[in-house]
């Protein structure tokens, strides 16, 4: 097997432009007009650990590694069985591909990067002739094409390929990309309704195409040509015209493919920087995350794949493909326009959502998250959640640290890690975070140039915390407040400065909206808590419905450790009424609640005996 040269070296050869040598996320050939005010530094697995680095090595090695490539994402192509009836099938090998690229990329593990390879070998050899590549037999005149989810395949094939080429250098596959996208754009416009077609990734595959080669008429595509299934999803409209002001149709509600599509205008509107391209993005953000908005308390939205504002919790919610867009239609928000705000909303998603959809042991995905009542794993590896699951997770490295456009660093996330990082005149850095995050809020940075140099570092002070302390060296403690933009420290670094950021996790009660209006969750930190039937078996037996209990406040004490669901987790031990008739006549029961990443967890909304004594969630905001 020939060896890949590393993403960073090829880009090197093929740009020569210094800032793009950073991080294979920024974009090769075609200079956007728009420069991102904060630019992502990839982390390389040695350099990430805490709970964000477990969990990505936990999807590589006992999930993406133990895949049946074969059965599940070849034989379809290979063997194109017939379908069933009203089962249209979509097999997800796309988003495996892009996943894998970036776990080669990440580890540097020649055994994930020989995985990924052989399987964009094994599928490009599946093609027909004329290029089409898809699970069903062909059609007289290319009628295979149109059915519902064949397209969604054959663009996230294009996207994952073209990124196998950003992040391991392979020119095969920048070639099988443009293959597939020529054929793509040459059949699409024949279908005579493209509104019952899935295109969650189409604009966004052929912009990564024409970020990658410089041919406009992949950006044209994917900018002008009308698409989306108008009787499930999304309008079916262009990507420059796309403005969405309402969310009464449910037919064109779908929240993944609204996201997806918002993130794509997103990438639109730096290579052609018209306002009303953000425009839906602003919209949703404020629907999002306005009071009795749609943004739950976990961090991801949905009900039965849709937009609502019930906040029911119960069943088909928070479904796996919205989190992983949402956090990065997020970070692309926070690139573009350098607010680290958006990373509250992040950091919710990861450590709630996004984890719990994960099996601790690490082989099972969820398709849905919920937050009420019991949560059941998938039964496929294929399909679109798991696979998007595992394409967010691939991208987390590219969300911790930032440069930006003056010279300086930016920190998003906090997590055990080291990163060195080029600034300006050949000098560097190395910053690196000690932190047992999210166990604590207390976070260790040890700032060390290759000399001393002037340069600003910000840091995202999360909405959560009440009263940050910093102290620089042995300084005298300052008090930081949260909620800024960022927190900019522009000095005179030394090797060996230090910045010792402490967050306290007090207790919070956050009042619920409209179904869960009158009760509240318990959170700490970043973090829900829930009451899990594993620590509370004997107590479900007698209530069945525990999101009825009424906690009593005064009865939490400090965390506990709590390894069940993750090394150095925690737990709390309190007290609880069975009703609220019964909070002054009966005896309290006792009860433990857990992280959100439980996976027995059953409910997360409480009564309490008097709710002036919660908080609105700090993500609530008419204008961010």
């Known amino acids: 097997m020939q060896t890949k040269k590393p993403a960073w070296s090829f880009q090197i050869i093929v740009v020569g432009l210094y800032w793009l040598c950073a991080c294979p996320r920024a974009w090769c050939d075609t200079e956007p007009k728009v420069r991102d005010a904060l630019i992502p530094l990839q982390l390389k697995q040695a350099e990430l650990a805490g709970e964000i680095g477990r969990r990505i090595n936990n999807v590589i090695y006992k999930n993406f590694m133990v895949l049946n490539l074969e059965q599940d994402f070849i034989a379809p192509f290979r063997t194109r069985p017939p379908l069933e009836a009203n089962a249209p099938r979509y097999i997800g090998v796309g988003k495996v591909i892009d996943a894998g690229s970036k776990f080669a990329a990440y580890t540097g593990d020649p055994e994930v990067a020989r995985r990924t390879a052989w399987l964009i070998e094994e599928l490009m050899k599946t093609r027909d002739p004329d290029g089409y590549l898809g699970h069903i037999k062909p ?51 024949k279908n005579p309704h493209p509104e019952h077609v899935c295109t969650a990734g189409l604009p966004e595959a052929m912009l990564a195409l024409y970020a990658a080669v410089g041919d406009k008429r992949y950006l044209e595509f994917a900018a002008d040509v009308r698409h989306g299934n108008s009787h499930g999803e999304i309008e079916c409209c262009s990507l420059r015209e796309w403005e969405k002001s309402s969310l009464e149709n449910f037919n064109t509600n779908h929240v993944y493919v609204n996201l997806a599509r ?39 939205a949905s009900e039965d794949e849709h937009f609502s504002y019930s906040q029911e919790g119960r069943g088909k919610t928070g479904e796996s493909c919205v989190t992983a867009y949402l956090i990065r239609w997020l970070d692309s928000l926070l690139r573009l326009e350098g607010d680290l705000r958006y990373g509250d909303i992040m950091e919710r998603a990861i450590y709630n959502a996004l984890f719990a959809a994960q099996d601790p042991a690490g082989r099972r995905l969820r398709y849905f998250t919920p937050f009420t009542g019991p949560r059941e794993y998938y039964e496929r590896d294929g399909f679109c959640c798991p696979g998007n699951h595992r394409r967010i997770m691939a991208e987390l490295p590219e969300m911790v640290y930032y440069r930006t456009q003056d010279g300086g660093v930016a920190i998003n996330l906090f997590t055990k890690s080291v990163k060195t990082i080029e600034l300006q005149d050949s000098h560097k850095v190395t910053i690196e975070q000690q932190t047992d995050y999210p166990t604590t809020g207390l976070v260790k940075i040890s700032v060390s140039p290759s000399a001393s140099l002037e340069f600003p570092l910000w ?104 390894d069940s669901f993750r090394p150095h987790g925690v737990k709390v031990i309190t007290r609880a009424w069975p009703s609220e008739q019964q909070v002054r006549n009966s005896p309290s029961l006792t009860l433990v609640l857990s992280e959100f990443i439980d996976p027995t967890g059953v409910a997360t909304y409480f009564r309490v005996p008097d709710l002036s004594e919660a908080v609105d969630d700090e993500l609530w905001s008419d204008s961010f």
């Not at 318990?522 to 107590?539: E, S, T, W, Y």
């Open 459 to 562: 840091l995202r002070i999360p909405r959560w915390c009440t009263q940050a302390h910093l102290v620089i060296n042995n300084q005298p403690p300052e008090k930081v407040s949260p909620g800024g933009k960022y927190y900019e420290i522009r000095r005179l670094w030394r090797p060996g400065d230090t910045i010792t950021l402490d967050m306290p996790m007090p207790w919070r009660l956050v009042r619920g909206c409209k179904l869960q209006e009158g009760r509240v969750a318990l959170m700490r930190g970043p973090v829900v808590f829930c009451i899990g039937a594993k620590h509370n078996a004997d107590l479900l037996k007698n209530y069945k419905n525990p999101g009825e209990l009424v906690l009593d406040p005064a009865s939490l004490g400090d965390p506990v450790r709590d």
């Open 262 to 300: 918002c993130y794509s205008q997103t990438l639109l509107y730096r290579w052609e920087p018209e306002e009303k391209l953000l425009k839906s993005s602003r919209f949703f953000l404020r629907e999002l995350t306005r009071k009795g908005g749609g943004l739950f308390i976990i961090g991801s």
């Open 139 to 189: 059609e007289p005149g290319g009628w295979q094409n149109y059915y519902n989810w064949i397209l969604h395949d054959q663009e996230y094939v294009i996207l994952g390929l073209v990124n196998h080429w950003r992040y391991l250098g392979d020119k095969k596959s920048l070639q099988y990309a443009r293959q597939l996208a020529d054929y793509v754009m040459d059949i699409f416009p």
